[in-house]
């Protein structure tokens, strides 16, 4: 018996002696009645995301099925394994805290188990970034597949779907617009289907820019869920991880480079995608030495428009793209915007790839570059006093007359002191004031969660007020809109100047400039600093995961990723 290092000869477990430890694996292996020429294929792996839990996975079975058809078809040996999965509804304390695990369990169960390359199976918002994630440190070939959006519901002859809608029905709520009775009516109708939210959310921007990176076979990012086209583009990924298994390449760092991640920062731009993408990118690209430049994104924000006309920068709805040709015209479209030599996992290049799409045809929700959803992209990254190390605002989502801005600060210390106070009548606030959360970072929530949407005073909404500047060291849902700051870096948990503001504090917001500053002078800002005291440890953060993330999280323009998982350079 010889190691090929190859098929079930791969990473052989150790018992001091290689043959009898292939003896031993193809025994086992075989109670599961493999024959021999099964075992000696080429094995492709399946991360099976699935869980009860996790609605936006739940075809992940079929899918499964679709992939291994593909696989055998082309002479593989699919063995699908389980890996963590994430829904953003049931993630306690966020989505985001978990993140990081399930890219370690990926990476780890992917190196520790037999397999010439592996499908990812991605869907709800922080899957796809944990998948490539782990796949970019396990260096094999690796192909991604998503479960798709979902389908739009209806709702009193209205089209509607998670989650933008399920903000702007909670608002009217909110503001006593509806009432019991058809708020639990709508929740029957937010979510019609299995798969991922509808809109342009991170699920559906990391979707997108997964096929953009050129980690997806073409046109897969947009097919719905519960369509026969989305489970034939499985059986074809299976097909392709085939081959990427006899080839040995291409391998995640082949195809994930400096230029594809500029293509995924323009496509990024061009959908009005969400912001958590930026973050994502950022820890994708940390996993192969290579850093993603804010500055360099804003850049691009500015030269390129938004084209695609989807909530909550639009209208419509990924059903509406996946009819409009999906991806692949948005990439023809961008042309000479994107670096068309980036290698994709099917051995073409991106513009290969695009030179081989069908014809274009009338439709309205890809736009050209003549007719754009906005003439500057999706986000801006600020910085000032308040934020040396940046943040975020998505400005295609905000309000154009809060873009330039002055205000009085109402400062909220944390998540509770939110909840507790937002809604108190007694609550000094006006509609000019900018409404301040601390302590919502990475460190300090802990998690960095989709809290940056604070809600507006319920006195306020009710009074037809819809919109303020609001900040934080959070993030935001990529369902969500308003004049919304994000991402602040340093986070006020470790001493950013966010942990200075006090309320009456004068903050002035100015996109067109990209600043974002807090009018006290320095020598006040040095006074308040040197009274200032960390927030006190979490209760749990002295052991086990919750220690491991406390010590080595890294902050937002790092992608939050544990230091110790980003590449030496
Ligand atoms: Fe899973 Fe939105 S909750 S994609």
């Excluded at 978990?98 to 037999?114: G, H």
């Excluded at 995640?252 to 293509?263: G, V």
Aim: with cysteine; net charge negative.
């Amino acid at each position: 018996m010889t190691d090929k290092k190859t098929g079930m000869r791969k990473g052989l477990t150790r018992y001091g002696d290689e043959g009898f430890s292939l003896y031993l694996r193809k025994a086992f292996i075989k109670g599961m009645g493999y024959t021999d020429d099964a075992l000696d294929r080429p094995i492709v792996g399946i991360t099976n995301t699935y869980s009860a839990y996790n609605a936006c996975h739940g075809t992940v079975p079929q899918l499964i099925e679709a992939i291994k058809r593909g696989v055998m078809l082309a002479g593989g040996l699919p063995v699908e394994f389980p890996t963590i999965t994430i829904h953003e509804s049931f993630a306690f304390p966020t989505s985001m805290y978990m993140r990081n695990l399930m890219a370690i369990d990926t990476e780890e169960m992917v190196r520790a188990q037999p397999m010439d390359s592996v499908v990812l199976i991605g869907g709800c918002d922080k899957t796809v970034p944990a998948l490539l994630m782990g796949a970019a440190s396990a260096g094999i070939p690796a192909i991604l597949e998503v479960t798709g959006p979902m389908l739009p519901g209806s709702h009193k002859g209205e089209r509607l779907g998670a989650c933008t809608d399920c903000r702007r029905f909670w608002g009217k709520y909110r503001a006593g617009e509806i009432d019991e009775e058809e708020i639990a009516q709508i929740t029957d109708q937010l979510v019609p289907s299995a798969g991922t939210c509808g809109v342009m959310g991170t699920a559906s921007t990391m979707a997108i820019l997964g096929e953009a990176l050129g980690m997806m076979l073409p046109g897969g990012a947009c097919i719905p869920a519960v369509l026969a086209d989305r489970f034939r583009h499985a059986e074809q990924t299976g097909a392709q991880a085939v081959q990427m298994a006899k080839d040995g390449s291409p391998t995640p760092d082949q195809i994930m480079t400096a230029d594809s991640f500029r293509n995924a920062l323009t496509v990024l731009q061009a959908i009005g995608g969400s912001t958590n993408a930026i973050v994502h990118l950022a820890a994708m690209a940390g996993r192969l030495g290579l850093d993603i430049d804010l500055d360099e994104f804003d850049q691009i924000g500015r030269q390129t428009q938004v084209l695609v006309d989807l909530k909550p920068s639009g209208e419509n709805y990924m059903d509406d793209m996946h009819k409009a040709g999906g991806t692949g015209p948005l990439l023809r479209e961008l042309g000479d915007s994107l670096i068309r030599s980036a290698m994709t996992v099917n051995g073409k290049t991106l513009g290969e790839n695009i030179d081989a799409l069908p014809a274009a045809f009338d439709q309205s929700i890809i736009r050209t570059r003549n007719n754009p959803i906005a003439k500057s992209g999706g986000m801006a990254v600020l910085k000032g006093n308040l934020a040396p190390d940046r943040c975020v605002i998505k400005h295609v989502a905000a309000s154009p007359e809060l873009l330039n801005h002055t205000g009085r600060a109402v400062v909220f210390k944390n998540m509770e002191d939110l909840v507790n106070r937002i809604d108190d009548p007694d609550l000094d606030v006006d509609k000019d004031c900018v409404l301040v959360m601390q302590n919502a970072g990475p460190k300090g929530a802990p998690g960095m969660p989709e809290s940056g949407y604070l809600p507006i005073p319920k006195k306020l909404a009710a009074a037809g007020v819809k919109d303020m500047v609001r900040i934080s060291d959070a993030r935001m849902s990529g369902t969500a809109f308003g004049t919304i700051i994000l991402h602040v870096a340093p986070e006020s948990a470790i001493g950013g100047p966010l942990a200075l503001v006090e309320d009456g504090d004068l903050i002035k917001l100015d996109v067109e400039n990209r600043r974002l500053d807090l009018l006290v002078s320095d020598e006040e800002l040095a006074a308040r600093r040197a009274r200032w005291t960390p927030p006190p440890p979490h209760p749990g953060s002295e052991r086990g995961y919750s220690k491991l993330y406390q010590d080595t999280v890294t902050q937002a323009p790092l992608g939050c990723d544990f230091d110790f998982l980003r590449a030496r350079k």
